[in-house]
């Protein structure tokens, strides 16, 4: 676990207006199909979104960066620049911190890649091994994140409201639950290894 407490934990996720992959049943008698009362609209494209980057580990929850435009290899370095390194220097000011990323291509970028080697001396990069099951209890957060949000009334009727919403939920994020996602890890690693990569509970 001391080993554990030492990971800032890091990933994006797309947050909807209208949450489009939500099934909705109704019950209808025949010939109701058609009826305004038995049927549902549908947004192009979710009405529009927003993508968040954020970060936490056991010691302190992160900062979040609404991504204004498309994610890409610059904009990523200047999150990084701007956000990963002051936390990381205010969390394990030793540089015993350990920053983990996913392997998505802008993650991978030369000029990513060369900016973290620069600064091995404040935190180190921890290696995640291609085609891996996706342990990152970030994963969770998004997940707590979103039903929080479908659970809010009335709906989001716009980006900024969407954008304050998410905000909100994120900063009042409890340090007992993101402590436990972290104390969880030596759990879901023995139950991948037992599952021999394959799936499990978590």
């Known amino acids: 676990m001391d080993e554990w407490k030492r990971v800032a934990w890091s990933d994006e996720t797309q947050f909807l207006i209208h949450h489009v992959d939500d099934r909705v049943r109704v019950r209808r008698l025949p010939g109701e199909q058609l009826l305004p009362s038995c049927t549902a609209g549908h947004t192009q494209a ?3 979104g927003i993508l968040l980057w954020g970060m936490f580990s056991w010691a302190a929850l992160g900062p979040v960066v ?4 498309t ?4 904009k990523y370095l200047n999150i990084i620049a701007d956000q990963l390194y002051p936390y990381m220097a205010f969390v394990f000011p030793t ?3 350990i920053f983990q990323q996913d392997n ?3 993650h991978k970028a030369r000029i990513v890649l060369e900016w973290l080697e620069e600064h091995t001396d404040e935190f180190h990069l921890m290696s995640w091994p ?3 099951p996706d342990l990152n209890p970030v994963e969770h957060i998004w997940d707590v994140m979103k039903r929080q949000l479908r659970a809010q009334t009335p709906p989001c009727p ?3 409201t969407l954008r304050d919403r998410c905000l909100g939920i994120w900063y009042n994020l409890s340090p007992v639950m993101y402590q ?3 104390a969880s890890m030596p759990r879901q690693v023995a139950a991948v290894l037992k599952a021999k990569g394959g799936a499990t509970r978590y």
Request: hydrophobic share 35%.
């Open 46 to 48: 979710g009405g529009g």
């Open 66 to 69: 609404v991504v204004e435009q």
């Open 71 to 74: 994610m890409k290899a610059a």
């Open 95 to 97: 540089g015993n911190g």
């Open 104 to 106: 998505a291509p802008y």
């Open 130 to 132: 291609p085609n891996s």
């Open 158 to 160: 716009n980006i900024s």
């Open 180 to 182: 436990k996602l972290v």
